[in-house]
């Protein structure tokens, strides 16, 4: 099966980012459930590290690279 339209949903980065903390902190405090046992190293790859990855996507290469069948 193949996607006719791939649609990138970018919201504003300071946005992101206070989601992206705002779930760090409720996850830490218990407050929500979480799969994996969060660290201040998970939160500054979050915020960092993948900011990359979503820069390399402006081109297009790095998200369709994984759906060439």
């Not at 902190?25 to 790859?45: A, F």
């Amino acid at each position: 099966m193949k996607a006719d339209f791939i649609f990138i949903i970018k919201p504003n980065k300071l946005v992101r980012d206070f989601r992206v903390t705002w779930r760090f902190i409720k996850t830490r405090m218990g407050i929500e459930e979480w799969n994996y046992k969060q660290s201040l190293k998970n939160l500054y790859q979050m915020l960092f590290i993948n900011i990359q990855e979503h820069l390399s996507a402006k081109t297009g290469r790095h998200l369709t690279s994984h759906y060439n069948g």
